[in-house]
């Protein structure tokens, strides 16, 4: 028997409880992971309060990522005591997630978990990190550097935001970051950000072309943020385009893309390509300093995952919630 957060739907409604769950009822798959962490997304959030549909089958364990070690494997590329990290794949979606005491996993899913984090810092990273490693990642494949000029982080004292302003400031980019939550700037400036705006300079209706402000921008939010931030980005500048917590719509012009040369840059982080994980948990190794990853990060035990989910979506959390699992 292990511990699970458990998503039911039935005639009775929707809810999400603490369950004993026996070995048998794990899903099928190549590998076993006994889970030492995992965390609360954004998408977490949604899938355990049920604002939205997110869990695609029922019943089902959330957890969109875990960090932890191998415990059986028919897998050829992992072995008992390896230890795996997992982001993504649907897994919390469609197939039992991460907010439980064990896993059964695809093996091709998981990747080496990085000999520079323990499974805690791993899952304080979590996807929110390695979201913000690969909007970095795109920055600098388009070609932007420091020198060219700020780069704007939306959503900024969210999970990917924290993650990419300290990303950014210490590669040497000079950072903006936006928030609706000015009460937050002194944790935002300790994480490396120049200036803090405040959100409501970029969530209403703007002009289809604006003044030019930006190299370039991590964009957690969508709608109205993300348009307005394409309208002020400098000529050649890119936008990485990651998050939806704005809204899903995209209300702009085609104006920043034919007039200023401006690349907007999708960023998935669910079905990305392995070499492009491995990459990036590299990078995230060198890159992430740790004691800014304290700064971000509490934790919290398994039975305080379900009214944490409830807190994030309104707007309580500040950076990174890591559920320590065993």
């Known amino acids: 028997m292990f511990k699970a957060i458990l998503i039911e739907k039935d005639e009775q409604g929707y809810r999400a409880a603490l369950k004993d769950i026996d070995d048998a009822q794990l899903p099928e798959g190549n590998v076993t992971v006994k889970v030492a962490a995992s965390t609360l997304n954004y998408k977490d959030g949604l899938a355990v309060t049920g604002k939205s549909p997110v869990v695609r089958k029922f019943p089902m364990v959330p957890g969109i990522d875990l960090a932890g070690t191998v415990e059986s494997s028919s897998h050829p590329d992992w072995q008992p005591g ?7 794949w649907g897994v919390g979606e469609t197939q039992w997630g991460g907010l439980a005491e064990k896993a059964r996993l695809n093996g091709d899913w998981l990747v080496p978990l990085p000999a520079a984090f323990t499974p805690e810092q791993a899952m304080a990273i979590g996807t929110a990190g390695y979201t913000s490693m ?11 550097k420091p020198e060219h000029g700020e780069i704007v982080v939306t959503g900024a004292a969210g999970g990917v935001g924290s993650v990419a302003v300290a990303l950014l400031a210490k590669l040497g980019y000079t950072v ?22 405040e959100r409501s ?23 109205h943020t993300l348009a ?31 007039l200023r040369g401006v690349t907007l840059a999708g960023i998935d982080s669910v079905m990305r390509p392995k070499p492009d994980r491995l990459e990036a948990w590299r990078r995230l190794a060198t890159d992430l300093d740790l004691a800014k990853l304290g700064l971000i ?3 919290i035990t398994l039975a305080e995952a379900i009214p944490a989910a409830q807190q994030l979506l309104d707007g309580q959390v500040r950076g990174r919630v890591v559920v320590r699992v065993s």
């Open 201 to 223: 300079e970029f969530n209403q209706p703007g002009k289809p072309l604006a003044k030019e402000r930006w190299a370039g921008a991590v964009d957690t939010v969508g709608s």
């Open 134 to 144: 690969l909007c970095v990642l795109a920055l600098e494949r388009h070609g932007v």
């Open 297 to 299: 990060t509490r934790e």
């Open 82 to 88: 390896d230890r795996v990290v997992l982001n993504g």
């Open 228 to 258: 307005n931030v394409c309208a002020q980005t400098k000529y050649g500048g890119v936008v990485t385009a990651c998050g939806l917590a704005g809204g899903m719509d995209f209300p702009a012009s085609v104006a920043p893309f034919i």
């Open 176 to 197: 903006a970051a936006v928030t609706g939550r000015l009460a937050e700037a002194d944790y935002l400036k300790s994480l490396g950000a120049a200036t803090v705006l």
